[in-house]
């Protein structure tokens, strides 16, 4: 039996304000002290977010998909999860923004872990510092998924991996790969999370360009049973305590003059290389 679709027929109507009216800070925080909301994008990124735990709350389906791309998905949602349709042109004038496949999904934030328990038997792992860029937090954990890292740590200044951008450029492994954010953590107030890992056994590689650094390629690198790999925003870098506290500091050798990589295009070298295998 198909799902039954609510036809768009009141911009207005309050259960669509997720998708019109609130944006994506309001969602996060939308039962505030309690999570939030999150919206997917695409089949694909709903479908791994539905695998991954997430509660669905309603949908929105372009009419043209709702029995193609989209008719897995809407089957298996929940029958009192409301699905809302209407043409490309309807949705597009309620949403303002081009959809991806015809397809979003509200849905409400999983809880995150602390750094102990998430990182518990780990061996390696991906920390992000300061990436505000949502498409390459995206990218970033799309490669850690790829290829072999365990879990991936954000500091709070990092993009939201939930966010729809990061959560549609990673192809919604942001709901497969472990991740948590290091302010999370009992650890200590004020110490900085350099030390709280090497506390918790991990040796910290800290990615960065100074003239006293260690390929990428070294074995020592390899030998280490519990490795943290660490990466800085776009431009700026890791920052200089960062950087000063790990124990390592690594580069990937470069060619034809080249100084430096995109921090997407950096991760995925380093994880290829890194990642127990």
Not at 118 to 139: D, F, K
Request: net charge negative; hydrophobic share 40%; proline share 5%.
């Amino acid at each position: 039996m198909a799902k039954e679709l609510i036809e768009i027929r009141d911009y207005e109507d309050p259960r669509l304000d997720v998708y019109a009216r609130l944006n994506e800070t309001q969602l996060r925080h939308y039962y505030e002290p309690h999570g939030g909301l999150l919206i997917t994008e695409s089949p694909k990124v709903t479908e791994r977010a539905l695998a991954g735990g997430c509660k669905p709350i309603s949908a929105l389906v372009e009419r043209s998909q709702a029995e193609g791309e989209a008719a897995g998905i809407l089957k298996s949602l929940p029958d009192e999860i409301p699905v809302f349709t209407g043409s490309s042109d309807t949705i597009r004038k309620l949403t303002n923004i081009p959809m991806t496949r015809g397809l979003l999904c509200c849905m409400k934030r999983p809880d995150l872990k602390s750094v102990e328990e998430l990182t518990a038997g780990m061996h390696r792992i991906a920390v992000l510092e300061n990436v505000t860029n949502p498409t390459n937090v995206g990218a970033i954990i799309r490669s850690a998924a790829a290829l072999g890292m365990e879990a991936v740590l954000l500091n709070h200044a990092c993009s939201d991996p939930f966010y729809r951008r990061a959560a549609r450029v990673s192809m919604g492994t942001v709901f497969q790969v472990p991740w948590t954010y290091l302010e999370n953590t009992n650890t200590g107030a004020g110490r900085h999370y350099i030390k709280m890992l090497q506390k918790l056994g991990f040796k910290t590689a800290a990615m960065a360009l100074r003239r006293n650094t260690v390929s990428i390629s070294d074995p020592c690198l390899a030998k280490e049973e519990r490795l943290a790999v660490i990466l800085g925003a776009e431009g700026d870098g890791l920052s200089d305590e960062t950087i000063d506290l790990s124990d390592f500091t690594i580069r990937i050798p470069m060619a034809h003059g080249v100084d430096s990589l995109n921090v997407a295009a950096c991760s995925a070298v380093a994880f290829w290389e890194l990642a127990s295998r």
